[in-house]
């Protein structure tokens, strides 16, 4: 063969084959606009750090993010009153984001819940004034080592760390994708969005610096782990079903699939592929929730981070997760019921029974309400577990109700101090009735909210999951939610009792006067209560409406 034929060979081989072109993305803005204004709002308050001077920072970030925490809602208020709730529900942005009617009314929730939480941030009359500067709850300098020279400076200086602002935006935005993630990979970008800025957050107490940033540490490595359980159980259900797509994979699970490949029929009848990624992913879920035996950095964390952040992260994270696995339970594996409702029966009833029996040994109030909160999470799992509509809107009526009473009484904790800072432990609340009446009474309140009194959104959320749970046939979990609720019950009332029918000690701590932003904080997080427990039907129809899944 001579040399010209070979390069005749070689040239017509390097021809390019005819590509087609890629498409430009169709992105409906519209739709996503809540996310966009709030993840837009958190990189402008990442230039106000860059750009504003010092002494105005923090009026410019409390603004800033109070107008997009407010836009936001109005954005999720307007979509819902178009009809992007019920008939115009649909997928958005290549079929990454589900608009639907659960996708709202948790983002709208989400968004009310961080605008009361913000308010807490922004407190800064709590504590005595430094050098004839206002502090809040946050390290006067994140990076300076505790109780070095650099610190000593930086609180003489009159310095805050006004970055917990756009770490809040970027945490809410993560918050608004995961309960609206239509794919796995989503799913996880958003996980990973809400989570890294709450480490950090959870890291930056004025007070307590090293238990604070235990706390962060605890909470990131134990986020790690869970987010790598996440992942591999999505790199599972991507070998099992080809797709990362929440649609296509309930189709392969249902066997409903139209076209299959030599691939997809080998890995189609490979059910252990399905059962442990499903498994995998669920424990990434259950994690952020907190429910046993994925809780043990519940208490740990919301003890160490500075309260305000608790108070958020309490009430936020939960509503965003299990917005999630309503959609990952409803959307991908109606198909599993079967295989999935015992073992979330298993989890609910270890949870419910586990928060409400270690709650009642605790002595610091920060760890009671971790406790708490993991027994609330059994509570929710009941409704869960219904795997019927209502079992849909109670869940979401139980997470809006639970999401502002928690930061009420975060908030409330906030106020009561003695020299070192927050007094939580539960021995320097004794007599707190008899000293500041309308603070014990405000948290008597939120107390009996969580034990499910009646004319409280406690009860209400309570009767709507556990009356869910029984016409879905869960009937023995109803029980056990019953006797959970009357142990838990023991520890509010127990520390009620505390309030008023103790004697208040000398030397006990005082209770702070509040800006009006704390005090809005604790009025929203009262007037819900009351407002959803005398009155809850328009809400839990509201919820009714909102039931409803893309798929």
């Known amino acids: 063969m001579n040399a010209s034929a070979v390069h005749s060979l070689w040239t017509t081989a390097a021809e390019p084959a005819p590509v087609d072109k890629i498409g430009a993305p169709a992105i409906e803005y519209a739709q996503l606009a809540p996310t966009l204004i709030v993840v837009g709002a958190a990189v402008v308050g990442i230039l106000l750090e860059a750009f504003v001077p010092r002494r105005a920072r923090y009026y410019a970030q409390v603004f800033l993010t109070v107008v997009a925490l407010t836009a936001a809602f109005a954005a999720v208020v307007a979509l819902a009153a ?48 430094h050098h004839g500067h206002r502090v809040d709850s946050f390290a006067a300098e994140a990076a300076a080592v505790p109780g070095s020279d650099q610190e000593k400076a930086a609180v003489k200086a009159g310095f805050t760390t006004t ?91 249902d066997g409903s699939v139209t076209e299959v490949t030599p691939a997809l029929a080998q890995t189609m ?180 909210a969580f034990a499910g009194i009646p004319l409280t959104s406690g009860f209400a959320g309570k009767f709507a999951v556990f009356k869910a749970a029984a016409e879905g046939g869960a009937g023995a979990l109803v029980v056990i939610g019953v006797i959970s609720s009357a142990i838990a019950a023991f520890f509010y009332i127990r520390v009620i009792v505390l309030m008023f029918f103790s004697e208040p000690k000398p030397e006990g701590p005082t209770v702070a006067v509040p800006s009006p932003l704390t005090m809005t904080t604790i009025g929203v997080g009262v007037a819900v209560t009351l407002v959803l427990g005398v009155a809850p039907q328009y809400f839990l129809d509201l919820a009714g409406q909102a039931g409803i899944f893309v798929r």
């Open 269 to 448: 009848g490979n059910d252990v592929l399905l059962l442990i990624g499903f498994a995998m992913v669920l424990m990434g879920l259950l994690f952020k929730v907190g429910a046993v035996p994925f809780h043990m950095w519940t208490p740990d964390v919301y003890q160490g981070a500075p309260t305000p952040v608790t108070g958020f992260m309490a009430a936020a994270t939960k509503v965003a997760a299990f917005g999630a696995m309503l959609r990952l339970l409803y959307v991908v594996l109606p198909g599993l019921r079967w295989d999935w409702r015992p073992v979330m029966w298993g989890v609910a009833i270890v949870t419910m029974l586990a928060g409400a029996i270690v709650a009642i040994t605790q002595t610091d109030i920060k760890r009671l309400l971790a406790y708490s909160s993991i027994a609330h999470a059994g509570f929710i799992l009941a409704g869960v577990i219904a795997a019927t509509p209502d079992g849909v809107s109670s869940v979401l009526f139980y997470l809006a109700a639970y999401s502002f009473v928690t930061i009420g009484a975060f908030a409330v904790v906030t106020l009561v101090r003695d020299a070192g800072g927050e007094a939580t432990h539960l021995s320097k609340w004794a007599g707190l009735g008899r000293r500041s009446p309308l603070v014990a009474a405000v948290f008597a309140v939120f107390l009996l």
């Open 82 to 129: 178009g009809g992007h709730a019920t008939t115009k529900a649909g997928i958005a942005a290549m079929g990454a984001i589900a608009v639907d009617g659960p996708a709202l009314f948790l983002q709208g929730t989400i968004l009310l819940a961080s605008l009361v939480a913000v308010f807490t941030f922004a407190e800064r009359r709590l504590d005595p004034a």
């Open 163 to 253: 970055e917990v602002f756009p770490l809040v935006l970027f945490a809410v935005g993560g918050m608004l994708v995961f309960p609206a993630a239509n794919d796995l990979l989503t799913l996880f970008i958003a996980l990973e969005v809400f989570s890294l800025p709450l480490y950090l957050l959870c890291a930056v107490a004025r007070r307590k610096r090293l238990m604070s940033q235990e706390a962060a540490v605890k909470y990131f490595l134990l986020g790690a782990f869970s987010s790598a359980f996440l992942l591999f159980g999505i790199a599972l259900l991507y070998g099992y079903a080809g797709s990362v797509s929440y649609a296509r994979i309930a189709d392969v699970v």
